[in-house]
């Protein structure tokens, strides 16, 4: 299994700016699809954002136009730069990888928003 770590969130004031990482063992094998989900107290997790194997890219619309992800091609880690930030992105972000043989995900970082 892939093993995730993600880093990055903390506490930002509306309107800034964050960029979170997630530090991956190793890419998925074959095709694979990285991505980032976040779960607000009291929600559901949710995507966020994702980017498969061949840089193509997905974007939940509440997030679209503020949030880019990206990968680094040198080392399997991928990051999501937020802008604009809003108290709803207030959530746990966490990192998943899935592959053909691989659903992992990894332990969440905090991003606080204060309005």
């Not at 899935?98 to 332990?107: K, R």
Request: proline share 4%; net charge negative.
């Amino acid at each position: 299994q892939v093993q995730l770590v993600e880093s990055g969130g903390t506490l930002v004031e509306t309107g800034g700016s964050l960029t979170l990482s997630c530090q991956a063992s190793e890419y998925p094998s074959g095709f694979y699809v990285m991505a980032w989900y976040r779960q607000a107290p009291g929600k559901e997790r949710e995507h966020v954002a994702d980017i498969s194997k061949f840089g193509i890219t997905k974007y939940n619309p509440s997030v679209e136009g503020r949030f880019t992800i990206y990968r680094d091609n040198a080392r399997p880690t991928i990051f999501l730069q937020m802008d604009t930030l809003e108290p709803e992105d207030t959530a746990v972000y966490y990192c998943r990888a899935t592959g053909a043989t691989d659903d992992s995900w990894g332990q969440g970082t905090q991003v606080i928003v204060s309005s």
